[in-house]
């Protein structure tokens, strides 16, 4: 009985390493590896690494851009001209 509790925590450990290391941008055949050795150990190590994903867009980076009035696509906010459906545009004042 013992043995089945052992097992069934080596294979938890074994699935849950590399699931956390791919939601954390690593490779998870690399953690997989490791975690047929070092189960417990890898899934702590990899759990308190940083995530190596970029980080999202600042919602400064879309301040100079805005919905196309025609086609709702979002175009610079200066322009005079939508790129996408052509739609003639005049930029909105006061920035």
């Known amino acids: 009985m013992e043995i089945l509790i052992v097992l069934f ?5 074994l699935i849950v390493t590399p699931w956390v290391a791919t ?3 690593r490779s998870g055949v690399g953690w997989f590896l490791a975690a ?3 189960p417990l ?9 940083p995530s190596v994903r970029p980080a999202a867009p600042a919602a400064a980076q879309f301040d100079d851009r805005r919905p196309c009035p025609e086609c709702a696509e979002m175009i610079l ?12 545009i ?3 004042a006061g920035r």
């Open 41 to 49: 150990l890898a899934l702590i190590v990899v759990a308190l690494l």
């Open 90 to 92: 005049t930029p909105p």
């Open 77 to 88: 906010r200066q322009a005079k001209k939508c790129r996408f459906c052509g739609a003639a």
């Open 9 to 13: 925590w080596w294979l938890f450990f």
């Open 36 to 38: 047929l050795f070092f």
């Open 23 to 25: 939601a954390k941008g």
